[in-house]
């Protein structure tokens, strides 16, 4: 995820800006840069970590007291020192640093070019400085380029930026991507989050979706989307460093839980890309997922997916078993890759196997990471870094891509329609947290759990198993309703905790009868599902869900209130869920 940063001081200001652009480095970023302004716009960047790129063109040696800096996680365009940020108008007059994504840039671009721009990077950061010199040209102030500019933007963006025209202001707005505003008596500040201007000031104002502002060394002067002054609260910060990086969470964990419905919509912003990709396969009569893990459970709901909407034989192949699978791939098998890092080795080992018979696509979350140059085709989760080592917000940005995949390979716009409502749906699990908290310390110290779901929430109950295994170190099972009676029944006993998932649908009478079975024989039932549902009424404990949580859409909102149950009971158990014992965030040796 990008951290922007802005300063004006009354002394030099490059030490202050990279000092804070460091503190923005825990969000994760490949390329960092640099941008003051004097009687012209001076730029340092790099792609690398902050330390290489300043041990090679040394950042802090740019003259200047007000300035603005960056620290790229790419999105658009590899991590390269052309498309680190900031980026300039074609007069070099302009510079803007971006956190977000601009899902119309490419019209933009392609307008501004017929105008006679010309463009130096692959982001789509670089259309807002060509347009704000556009809108200048025109005769319009910084400010008011700046808005006439965001008005033309289709995304999300927290940005700063700074003119040779008005040297003595920045100005920022903020939509869908966090920013705030540092005041103090020496000189004011822009940041992405709170940590970075922490060893200035601890009086923060926070701007809401589309609001502008002006700052000025004495000044700072915040504005609604039509230009109008508007009065904010500054609040004054008392959080530690340490807490201040996670927002003030206590773990990454739950800061990344907490992102997920944001996480949601940044990842289906990139709807009409996977739908390009798609109009780009051959032929194919059969489709192999290939994973690991969380990335495995993922890939299971995409076989459910695409066997009920497609009607296409797929299989999912754990990465570390592919060898055993590999023979029957052919040029009629489109093989999917799934990895949050990119740089799973089975995985990794797997896809360049498959490369040489059969079309390959990988759904990744790191930009440039092993796997995205070696498939055919790379479809991006916007999840942003995760730092906390059990998967959460990436697993929900991957099932919002296969859903987006399936839902473009069988012409669903129905589909399509409902992936919008997801963001707000899963707000209402976040909510939930303070019910599941309870439950959580009700069971934190049961010895064993059983997840139990059917079709689409059958792959759910396994990744709900593996988040309790990862983070609380309870023994955890998932497995299929139906599949109980078969064997695992005899393991359950008096006041073992089961968790049921019952989402209304055509598995609802066999998942339910099921977990009769189990009740029957003494297992306290943790049940989620519809909030009409009378048959739930007695149950332990529910946690309840709107009624259109249907059973295709389930995957994507119960596993939320999962995570949560997880870190929970973690937490009631002494346990860091960030960094769980043996266990890596990358798993690079095979
Ligand atoms: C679990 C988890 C792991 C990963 C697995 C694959 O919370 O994070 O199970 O899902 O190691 O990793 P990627 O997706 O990076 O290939």
Redesign the pocket.
């Known amino acids: 995820m990008c951290g922007i940063v802005g300063c004006i001081l009354n002394k030099e200001v490059a030490p202050t800006i990279i000092d804070s652009i460091k503190k923005l480095e825990y969000r994760g970023y490949d390329s960092v840069g640099i941008a003051t302004v004097t009687d012209k716009i001076n730029v340092k960047k790099g792609s690398g970590k902050i330390k290489e790129v300043d041990d090679e063109i040394h950042l802090e040696d740019i003259d200047g007291k007000i300035g603005i800096a960056h620290v790229r996680w790419a999105t658009h365009g590899n991590p390269t020192k052309e498309n680190a940020h900031p980026h300039c108008s074609c007069d070099n007059k302009i510079s803007v640093v971006h956190n977000g994504i601009i899902e119309n840039y490419k019209e933009l671009r392609l307008e501004l070019q017929q105008e006679g721009h010309t463009f130096k990077s692959e982001t789509d950061t670089e259309i807002i400085p060509h347009l704000i010199e556009k809108y200048m040209n025109e005769g319009n102030d910084l400010l008011k380029s700046t808005q006439l500019t965001i008005n033309r933007l289709i995304g999300s963006y927290a940005l700063a930026v700074i003119c040779t025209e008005e040297p003595d202001k920045i100005i920022g707005a903020r939509k869908e991507s966090p920013l705030i505003v540092g005041v103090s008596d020496h000189g004011n500040f822009l940041a992405s989050d709170v940590p970075a201007i922490l060893n200035e000031t601890r009086n923060v104002i926070y701007l809401e979706d589309n609001e502008i502002i002006q700052l000025e060394k004495d000044n700072v002067i915040i504005m609604d989307k039509d230009l109008n002054p508007i009065e904010k609260e500054i609040v004054e910060i008392d959080w530690d460093p340490e807490m201040a990086e996670k927002g003030g969470f206590d773990h990454f964990m739950l800061k990344e839980i907490y992102e997920e419905p944001q996480v949601i919509k940044d990842t289906l912003s990139e709807s009409s890309k996977i739908k390009e990709i798609v109009s780009k396969f051959k032929n194919f009569n059969r489709i192999c997922f290939v ?5 495995y459970h993922a890939s299971l709901i995409g076989e459910y997916l695409i066997e009920t909407q497609l009607h296409i034989p797929t299989e999912v192949i754990l990465a570390s078993e592919f060898e055993y699978f590999q023979n029957t791939l052919d040029d009629h098998t489109l093989v999917i890759f ?7 080795a089975d ?1 990794i080992n797997a896809l360049k196997v498959a490369k040489q018979v059969s079309e390959t696509l990988a759904i990744v979350n790191v930009v440039g990471s092993s796997v995205t140059r070696e498939a055919h085709h790379v479809i991006y989760t916007r999840a942003g870094p995760e730092i906390g ?3 959460t917000k ?1 697993y929900i940005s991957q099932l919002i891509c296969i859903y987006l995949l399936v839902a473009h390979l069988s012409e669903n716009e129905e589909l399509i329609e409902r992936l919008y409502t997801i963001p707000e749906l899963t707000e209402e699990s976040i909510e939930r947290e303070e019910d599941i908290k309870i439950i959580a310390k009700k069971y934190k110290t049961a010895k064993d759990f059983f997840y139990i779901g059917s079709g689409f929430n059958y792959p759910t109950a396994l990744e709900g198993a ?2 309790l295994k ?1 983070i609380t170190y309870i023994h955890a099972e998932g497995y299929p309703a139906g599949e109980l009676k078969h064997g695992p029944l005899a393991l359950i006993e008096d006041g073992i905790p089961v968790v049921g998932l019952l989402p209304p649908g055509p598995s609802y009478s066999k998942t339910f009868n099921n977990l009769q079975e189990i009740r029957a024989r003494g297992a306290h039932m943790i049940i989620l599902g519809s909030e009409e549902d009378t048959k739930i009424d007695d149950v332990h404990d529910k946690i309840v869900f709107n009624q259109i949580v249907d059973e295709l859409i389930a995957p994507l909102i119960y596993i939320i209130d999962l995570q949560l149950l997880s870190y929970h009971i973690s937490v009631e158990k002494d346990i860091d869920p960030d960094k769980p014992k043996n266990l890596a965030k ?2 690079t040796v095979v």
């Open positions: 994973a690991c893990g969380t990335s799934i990895t949050q890092s990119g740089e799973t995985t080592v059990a998967a990436t593996l988040k990862e990358s798993v």
